[in-house]
């Protein structure tokens, strides 16, 4: 299993534009969330998805969407970039039938927006 | 959820025990107690979990008190591979419900750096 993969590994963009982080999972996990982490801080929750089509904001949603068409793929929408949104970005997944939180996050996407 | 307290840093010498404190003082009955650690630059990485009782696995040990007020994650022969943020977190146990999933809140975490 490839586990959790995320693209692109760095980006850069101009305030106002768009873009699509990517996130997939090749071990059939039913949750999956994207969180931000600013430098020197704790992560913060954007979006979670508790399974295909269904979705939910987070901590932080405002600036980002999200969608949930296949079980594998779970991408984070940046609608009009802001400097405010430079962080690095981790998607995780969950296993289903287990009453914990285990995640497994993927390596992170670093964003930078000028 | 409980909030956690733990030290903003420690060090290890290379080889030893690493000890890492956090206190959880308002932790619920149904909570359980989490660590993760984010390695410099990575994503974090689950390490164990417990509810009242200790817990043992190939990475840590969990050490929760009696009164569940306080636990203690031990990585009993510490390398510099350890060197990272751990993040004591604990969470009420999982619910099959949209309004109850996704709110595991990382808190500051401890720097713990393993020196040789």
């Known amino acids: 299993n490839a586990g959790v993969t995320q693209t692109p590994k760095f980006q850069v963009l101009k305030t106002g534009q768009s873009m699509t982080l990517q996130c997939a999972q090749d071990?059939?996990?039913?949750?999956m969330s994207w969180y931000r982490q600013d430098p020197g801080m704790g992560l913060r929750l954007i979006h979670y998805?508790?399974?295909?089509?269904?979705?939910d904001q987070g901590e932080v949603p405002n600036g980002y969407n999200v969608s949930r068409s296949t079980t594998e793929d779970f991408p984070l929408r940046l609608l009009s970039a802001a400097p405010s949104q430079t962080s690095v970005y981790f998607c995780?997944?969950?296993?289903?039938?287990?009453?914990?939180?285990?995640?497994?996050f993927g390596p992170g996407t670093r964003l930078t927006v000028t | 959820d409980a909030k956690t307290t733990q030290p903003p840093s420690m060090d290890c010498a290379e080889g030893r025990a690493a000890n890492l404190p956090c206190n959880h003082s308002?932790?619920?009955?149904?909570?359980?107690v989490y660590w993760y650690r984010q390695i410099h630059s990575q994503g974090p990485q689950y390490i164990i979990h417990?509810?009242?009782n200790n817990e043992t696995n190939e990475m840590a040990s969990l050490i929760i008190t009696e009164d569940r007020k306080s636990s203690t994650l031990i990585l009993p022969h510490a390398t510099l591979r350890d060197t990272a943020v751990y993040y004591c977190?604990?969470?009420?146990?999982?619910?099959?419900?949209?309004?109850?999933?996704?709110?595991?809140?990382f808190g500051a975490g401890t720097q713990v750096v393993v020196t040789p």
């Open positions: 977190i604990v969470r009420v146990v999982r619910v099959v419900t949209t309004d109850s999933w996704g709110k595991l809140q």
């Open positions: 998805s508790v399974g295909a089509g269904i979705t």
């Open positions: 308002t932790i619920s009955g149904n909570e359980y």
């Open positions: 417990g509810l009242k």
């Open positions: 995780a997944s969950t296993p289903p039938g287990t009453d914990s939180y285990e995640q497994y």
């Open positions: 071990m059939n996990h039913e949750y």
